[in-house]
């Protein structure tokens, strides 16, 4: 993942893109996720690991890899 945009930020950014919705519209993302554990996972994940997340999110199923894209789809 870029450093310079936390992840829960683009997790956040992704779910209003797919939705079509503002991100200040969407609820608080930690409703769904501990967002300082996922930054925290996704920051420290070595190169040559891979970790996959998935979460529920605005009625809403996010696969998050790290490294990787986010993949939103409805639940």
């Known amino acids: 993942m ?7 930020v683009r997790v956040v950014e992704a779910v ?3 939705t079509g919705c503002d991100p200040a519209a969407l609820p608080t993302l930690y409703d769904a ?4 554990a996922l ?3 996704l920051r420290n994940v070595d190169a040559d690991e891979t970790l996959s997340i998935r979460i ?3 009625e809403r199923i ?5 490294g990787g894209p986010i993949r939103v789809s409805p639940q």
């Open 2 to 8: 870029s450093n310079d945009v936390e992840p829960s």
């Open 16 to 18: 209003a893109e797919a």
């Open 33 to 36: 996720v501990d967002v300082d």
């Open 39 to 41: 930054n925290q996972l």
């Open 56 to 58: 529920e999110y605005a």
């Open 62 to 66: 996010v696969e998050i890899e790290a």
